[in-house]
């Protein structure tokens, strides 16, 4: 047992590893002192057993053959040999001069004097019986051309060989005494022997054959046995358990069961094996006890143990356990809890001679003073108001209301105006003890829904209609609609936080879902007014929206004659820039073209200063080419100088006083 505090309460609970640590320790052990009993006492190891005191050994009961040979031939002699031990006069002979029969080998032929049995082995030959005299009796045993060697019984008279088959025993009486013979031929000499032969397999698993018992039990079972009425859980062996006793008890149907099965019941022994996940239900006498999951199982030899199985509502699990996932298992005096176990966040609520206590963590108590209440949720919980009981009390108590009535929480304004409201909760339990002690773990629910419906009665009856039906409604800007808000909701949120404070409880959350008029003709009224109040808004919002398209298709226009006076400003600065930057790049070209010419000129004249002939040689060039496009005038000195044949040119050429005047096509002059 252990001691654990949990929220200042000291119980004894047991743990799985505790109840295994117990079942480990001897049957001496005791409890400590003070402690109170444990939920699972002390359970002995399994009385699986391996050898009895009672067993016999297997060659002791099954007779073996000693004439067995590989030799056919030799085998046969042999076994004539042992069949014609107390014969002292043979009857069977050669034919002589007489016809007799032949005796094909492989075959015997049994013949009697005087009820003595005598055999010959068949080789081939005729044989006859010899001629005896008067008082003597004679015969044959077997048909006159024998018998096959391999017949399971051949002979008569109290002599008699057995052929057992391989891999099978033979079951044969003498007397009343059982015999059991081993695979192979058998001679028996034995008037009180039984001509009755019966094989069975020597693998059976069970072999019965008056007080001779061999046991072969299969792997991974158990055979119950009762021997001398004492039952017994035999398990298995390679070598067969032999029993030789008249008070042997074995089913051969249900006799042997699997180790892996879960509950294992032959006469006052029970094996329970509780499977991982699940736990069982037993008593012994009128005492409770709850099996865990450990990995041995638990064994029991009492008459007065029975296992309980499943109720109806629990599920099973291999037909004989409970599933041990479940928030709470109740057994007799036993209780074992279980908060959170389907991942909820839950505390157990248990009572104790009228205190209330809480436990956050699996517990098994044995103890008649505790009483389970419930699970109290400490998880946020949303809420619709009414809820489904509420409307099923409503629908019960007066059938004749109407679907709003029912489905609505109904409510008055301060103008008598009767509305019906859903209300959402979200509330949580911030202290659990708390709340046990004003409210009962049922009526938590309850509570919380009859605050919420108070609460926004109270508060709606000192608004009017129109105020509340505006907070509910969708606003038109947000700053009205949230003072609209804050005047019905929050003050029916602020009232109701302060409530369930009171009761250890916390407020999440807190809307109105829904608001509906109940009054079907002020509804209608009501309805038409809003749809004209809506068609009015409607067109407001039509011519809004045209003059807000208006304007924006002017904004476009403007836009796009903005956009193109910009596009051919800048196509115009562009051009001039480029006229510019054309010009500065002629002049420039202009500039660079009188400078280098002037270079030029500079470079030629110093040339000709520095070589003179170059000069007079440019000159003639420059002769030479006006030659070549002008036209020579030959006329004698006195015409020259007369009016007549004074032209421009000639007139000019009387400043020279040269007879030889050279005049261009183009009127210059050149000398």
Known sequence: TATVSVLNWKIFIRTPQQIMADASCSSTDKQPQGSPGPVVEYVPAPKIELQLSEERAYDDVVVKST?????????????????????????????????????????????HRNRVPEMVVGTGERKVLALAGPFTETGFISPSVGVKQTEILIGDYGTFVVNVPRGQLAKVWSGCRPVLLGEGPHVIHDPTFASKVHCVPMASPVVNHGELHILRVPVGCYACVKIDTKPHLLAYRPEPYVFVTSLFNFDETKGFVKQTSGYINYDTMHLVRVPAGAVARA???????????????????????????????ETAVEHHFALARVKHLQHGNITRVWPGVHGDLELAVLQCDGDMRLLD??????????????????????????????RNERRKENPESSSDEIQYEPVTTKDSLKIGVKLLVAYQVVDAQKVLKKLRLMDVHPHVEGLAASDMARVVQNSTSQNFLASTSAPKDGGDAEDKEHSIADTVRVELDAH??????????????????????????????????????A????????????????????????????????IKIS?????????????????????????????????????????????????????????????????????????????????????????????????
């Open 575 to 671: 051009a001039a820039q480029a006229d510019l930057d054309a010009a500065k790049i002629e002049a420039e070209a202009t500039l660079i073209a009188a400078e280098a010419k002037q270079k030029a000129a500079q470079m030629e004249g110093e040339q000709y200063q520095r070589y003179p002939e170059l000069l007079q040689l440019h000159i003639a060039q420059l002769q030479m080419a006006s030659l070549q496009s002008s036209t020579v005038n030959l006329v004698s000195a006195d015409v020259a100088h007369t009016p007549f044949g004074l032209t421009a040119q000639g007139a000019a050429g009387l400043f020279s006083k040269s007879p030889l005047q050279l005049t261009p096509r183009g009127g210059n002059k050149k000398q």
């Open 500 to 537: 369930m404070a009171d009761c250890g409880l916390k407020l999440v959350r807190f809307n109105v879902e829904e608001a509906k008029v109940l009054d079907q003709e002020l509804a209608k009224e009501m309805a038409k007014q809003t749809l004209v109040v809506a068609t009015a808004t």
């Open 67 to 111: 004439l067995y040979n590989t030799d056919t031939e030799a085998q046969a002699h042999a076994v004539a040999k042992a069949f014609n031990k107390n014969v002292t006069d043979p009857i069977i002979c050669d034919p002589g001069i007489r016809a007799g029969t032949r005796i094909d080998p492989g075959h015997f032929l049994v013949a």
């Open 361 to 390: 963590r699996r517990t098994t108590l044995d103890d008649d003073h505790h009483a389970l209440i419930g699970f109290i949720n400490m998880g946020i919980q949303t809420e619709i108001f009414p809820s489904k009981r509420t």
């Open 539 to 570: 067109q407001q919002a039509t011519i809004e929206q045209k003059a807000a398209v208006a304007q924006a298709n002017a904004e476009l226009a403007a836009m796009e004659r903005r956009v193109k006076q910009e596009q051919d400003n800048r």
């Open 283 to 313: 008593w012994i006498g009128s005492k409770a006890i709850l099996l865990e999951h450990r990995e041995r199982p638990y064994f029991f030899e009492d008459p007065g143990f029975r296992l309980e199985p499943p109720r109806g509502n």
